[in-house]
């Protein structure tokens, strides 16, 4: 494959890189409300999370206005931020909409170029994510940390588009958490779900399997510099995940 000798990721990364209490205050926040241990109408005041995470009000401010943004959160003139009540159709057109994102992101990957050490970055999260596959087991800190290389794989992919426009439009679609299993994290989804298809099982779930032959399909095409089939391959692959929860929430 044809791979460049310099990585820049460019003003984006760089202003991450500048703000980490915002990131920090964002992520936990957003893990938060996602995961519904902030139920819809709770008020987020910037004065309370400033305190409870030891940070200043300034970094809460630009979180809630990014949450805002993502639609987890609302704003209003006369109450503030407050928790924005996300239903299963909010889930599913986010997923829809991140496809296409994600899918026109990665074919611009290889038409832009990987350089020797993202590629590398992209293989070992296949690489260790395939490993936690073939051991078999599964549990609530397995299904954590096999989703931990898949969000590494998912955002290089991205972050190697070089788009900032496609970039700052899939942030605004994380209205689910990526750590872990959405049908039964998300309060949006899993009210919706048996409890059979929400419990933890002992061994790999299929859908799991399923994602990691994915992800090997989608590093191959990377590889072979097939842009066309690159892009394919990961429209096929996040809109699996719509049609499983289609398959496995029995009321909408």
């Known amino acids: 494959m044809a791979i460049r000798e310099t990585t820049h990721f460019g003003a984006d990364d760089a202003g991450q890189r500048a703000e980490p209490a915002t990131l920090t205050v964002l992520t936990r926040v957003r893990e938060l409300i996602v995961t519904g241990k902030m139920p819809a109408g709770t008020r987020l005041t910037a004065e309370t999370i400033a305190k409870e995470l030891g940070v200043s009000r300034t970094p809460v401010r630009s979180a809630l206005a990014v949450l805002t943004a993502e639609g987890l959160a609302a704003y209003h003139v006369n109450r503030g931020y407050a928790v924005r009540d996300i239903q299963l159709r909010d889930v599913l057109d986010a997923i829809d909409a991140r496809a296409v994102l994600e899918a026109k992101g990665c074919g611009l990957s290889v038409d832009y170029g990987w350089a020797p050490e993202e590629f590398e970055r992209l293989s070992a999260a296949v690489r260790q994510g395939a490993a936690i596959v073939q051991r078999g087991d599964w549990s609530e800190a397995i299904e954590r940390e096999w989703y931990e290389h898949n969000r590494d794989f998912h955002s290089l992919i991205v972050r190697v588009s070089r788009n900032g426009a496609i970039r700052n439009a899939i942030r605004m679609t994380v209205i689910y958490p990526v750590f872990g299993d959405i049908a039964r994290l998300c309060p949006a989804i899993a009210r ?57 929430a029995t009321r909408r």
Do not use: C, T, W
Request: negative net charge; aromatic residues 4%.
């Open 192 to 248: 919706y779900v048996p409890q059979r298809f929400r419990a933890i099982p002992e061994s790999v779930p299929n859908h799991i399997i399923e994602s990691q032959g994915d992800h090997q399909k989608i590093l191959d095409a990377i590889a072979a510099e097939d842009a066309e089939q690159a892009e394919a391959a990961m429209l096929d692959h996040v809109q699996k995940s719509r049609h499983r929860l289609m398959a496995i």
